[in-house]
């Protein structure tokens, strides 16, 4: 089984502290995304990356950043954390070429 | 602006009675469109696709209706089922850009 591992379920910050979210997929995938997840706003795609090094903005790249240094390692970071990031985050992976994508269990962040 | 717009936000249904989920993109330029299921505290998984070249695909209880003409399509759940609870979220992916466009997610209750 495909399997997207989100290393923090739940996290609380306070205003201003650097954030960092790490994401590991076991399937050889090319591509690496992250999404923040909002009630009615359904996903919105904040980066993605085809390759090692590769990295591409969203739709809402604002006051994030991403990080792949090993293919199988996508980190998104927060450089100051603000309330208005308190979201569900979810990293996902897939092949490249192929329009199926497999999601991790997402990471919760509270932003006080 | 959403480019994919999902209606109804949440929904109610009896077991036994079909669940309906719409959907509507604007970009002709999208030419895949899947539909993930997300139980609570887990990640979305893809649940049934569509090309646009096809009008209606069926997988099991699960339908998805296709109108190219209309930019519209949807989802069936038929003879639903309490398992069934869950947020269904409709998508969209257009290949040169390699990336999936979500609506904003519905939340289907099926009551036993």
């Known amino acids: 089984d495909v399997k997207v591992t989100q290393s923090s379920r739940y996290l609380v910050k306070r205003t201003g502290e650097k954030v960092f979210l790490e994401c590991v997929q076991d399937?050889?995938?090319?591509?690496m995304f992250w999404y923040r997840q909002d009630p009615g706003l359904g996903l919105r795609l904040i980066y993605f990356?085809?390759?090692?090094?590769?990295?591409e903005k969203g739709d809402i790249p604002e006051g994030y950043s991403v990080s792949r240094e090993k293919k199988e390692r996508f980190s998104l970071i927060l450089e100051s954390a603000s309330t208005n990031q308190t979201s569900m985050y979810l990293c996902?992976?897939?092949?490249?070429?192929?329009?199926?994508?497999?999601f991790g269990e997402g990471s919760r962040l509270t932003v006080l | 602006q959403q480019q994919v717009k999902q209606s109804p936000q949440s929904l109610i249904v009896q077991k036994g009675g079909i669940s309906i989920i719409n959907c509507a993109y604007e970009?002709?330029?999208?030419?895949?469109f899947p539909w993930y299921q997300q139980f609570p505290g887990k990640g979305p998984a893809l649940l049934i696709a569509?090309?646009?070249?096809?009008s209606e695909k069926k997988e099991g209880r699960f339908t998805i209706s296709f109108n190219k003409s209309a930019k519209q399509f949807s989802l069936h759940i038929m003879d639903s089922q309490p398992g069934d609870s869950a947020t269904y979220f409709c998508?969209?992916?257009?290949?040169?850009?390699?990336?999936?466009?979500f609506g904003g997610g519905t939340r289907v209750l099926v009551k036993p």
């Open positions: 569509i090309r646009p070249d096809v």
């Open positions: 996902a992976s897939g092949w490249s070429g192929v329009r199926e994508l497999f």
């Open positions: 998508a969209a992916f257009k290949a040169a850009g390699n990336k999936l466009t």
């Open positions: 970009n002709t330029a999208f030419d895949y």
């Open positions: 399937m050889d995938h090319e591509n």
């Open positions: 990356s085809y390759d090692v090094k590769m990295k």
